[in-house]
């Protein structure tokens, strides 16, 4: 099965500067849940999405996103907009989270002693589509026949969760007993958004769940055992909440899931780790179509082999291209990159490699900015476009 395209990207872009000024003001961690953006703030990333979407349609850059112009972060606007959520500005690090979670273990390294959070307070409902807005203001940008060359981002069910101290993310109050029950509620919620955004057009999205590689990190698992939580059962439980949320959407509706190792201000990641731990699990346990998966640094995210578990009919968009860095690739280094990892799936799969490579795409490994202030180190507005369109120049090369 072929990915929906050849030549992709993760979502987020570089700020515009006029963007950054205007969002200047909500710029601290504390406010990334807050839901009190001023109308200039609004009418500032109306404009930005407007001037991204057509530079994306001058350079031939598909797919088409907004770049998450109206998030200060990529999973901001989702959990806070749900019946039964509170955001939560200043949790105290490290008490308030999992013994030595990497991210706020590194936030604290930083000089961080708080982190906002969305914790459940009550029933989890979906009263109203938290993203619907957002894509609107995508979509009323393109002519009709372009909105399926769109893609939409959402974050992951699991994002609170995995962060908070077990047993913290949902209060007495709320009613609930158990883990199954929250994830059983969430996961409702997310298919009701999918099923919103499906009938407002859209029809390509892509869940970013980076967390996923946590569970490759020596750090995270040995911090779950000081809290006596069996990670075998914790990513089975993620694993099957996404399943969930997956079960019943819309048969044109294609759905992929992206997993990095961090993508924070001045090129910074949390993890670092081989997928192999997860890897057989991830493909063949989730229903999700297609994997968008980082391979730019053999030391971060390890070599090919995991790939030998990618059962046939789904596929992977191989992440070759840095977004940390703004030197452009060697065009041939790529292409070669692109036949090692073919070459794993024939060899695993019994196929020829030009079989293999029919599921494969190339993309960035990460989003330009995961944040509004994240972009890699040193990388500009000119050096994005460039490596996006290294990416669209190779894969048109590769495929045609």
């Given at each position: 099965?072929?990915?929906?395209?050849?030549?992709?990207?993760?979502?987020?872009?570089?700020?515009p500067q006029q963007l950054l000024e205007a969002r200047s003001g909500l710029s601290s961690p504390a406010q990334m849940y807050s839901l009190d953006v001023p109308q200039p703030v609004k009418a500032a990333e109306t404009q930005a999405i407007r001037e991204v979407v057509k530079e994306q349609l001058q350079r031939g850059i598909r797919p088409i996103t907004d770049g998450e112009y109206a998030r200060h972060i990529y999973y901001g606007g989702f959990f806070e907009k749900l019946s039964g959520f509170e955001a939560k500005p200043d949790l105290p690090i490290p008490d308030a989270f999992r013994t030595d979670f990497p991210t706020t273990t590194g936030l604290a390294r930083m000089g961080a002693k708080t982190r906002a959070a969305v914790i459940c307070t009550g029933k989890i409902e979906y009263k109203e589509s938290p993203y619907l807005a957002e894509w609107l203001a995508l979509r009323d940008n393109l002519p009709q026949h372009l909105w399926r060359e769109a893609k939409f981002t959402i974050p992951a069910p699991n994002y609170q969760h995995i962060q908070l101290k077990p047993g913290t993310a949902w209060t007495q109050e709320s009613g609930y007993t158990s883990e199954q029950e929250y994830f059983n509620d969430l996961a409702k919620c997310y298919a009701a958004e999918l099923q919103t955004l499906y009938d407002a057009g859209l029809r390509n999205i892509q869940v970013d769940d980076p967390h996923l590689t946590y569970f490759c990190s020596s750090q995270f698992l040995e911090g779950c055992k000081k809290d006596g939580t069996d990670t075998d059962e914790l990513?089975?439980?993620?694993?099957?909440?996404?399943?969930?949320?997956?079960?019943?959407?819309?048969?044109?509706?294609?759905?992929?899931?992206?997993?990095?190792?961090?993508?924070?201000?001045?090129?910074?990641?949390?993890?670092?780790?081989?997928?192999?731990?997860?890897?057989?699990?991830?493909?063949?346990?989730?229903?999700?179509?297609?994997?968008?998966?980082?391979?730019?640094?053999?030391?971060?995210?390890?070599?090919?082999?995991?790939l030998r578990f990618l059962p046939k009919g789904k596929n992977v968009v191989l992440g070759l291209v840095s977004t940390k860095t703004p030197g452009l690739e060697d065009q041939d280094t790529i292409r070669e990159k692109i036949s090692a990892a073919a070459a794993v799936i024939a060899n695993s799969q019994g196929i020829s490699q030009d079989e293999a490579k029919d599921c494969l795409a190339l993309s960035p490994q990460c989003g330009f900015s995961s944040s509004s202030l994240a972009g890699g180190k040193g990388m500009t507005m000119e050096s994005m476009w460039e490596k996006l369109q290294l990416v669209r120049d190779i894969a048109s090369e590769v495929w045609g």
């Open positions: 099965m072929a990915p929906p395209f050849r030549a992709d990207h993760i979502g987020s872009l570089l700020r990513l089975d439980l993620y694993t099957r909440t996404h399943n969930q949320l997956l079960a019943n959407k819309p048969a044109g509706l294609h759905v992929g899931m992206h997993l990095c190792r961090g993508n924070m201000s001045g090129s910074t990641h949390w993890v670092s780790g081989s997928y192999e731990k997860i890897a057989y699990k991830l493909f063949n346990e989730t229903d999700y179509q297609t994997y968008y998966l980082e391979f730019d640094d053999v030391e971060r995210a390890g070599g090919f082999e995991p």
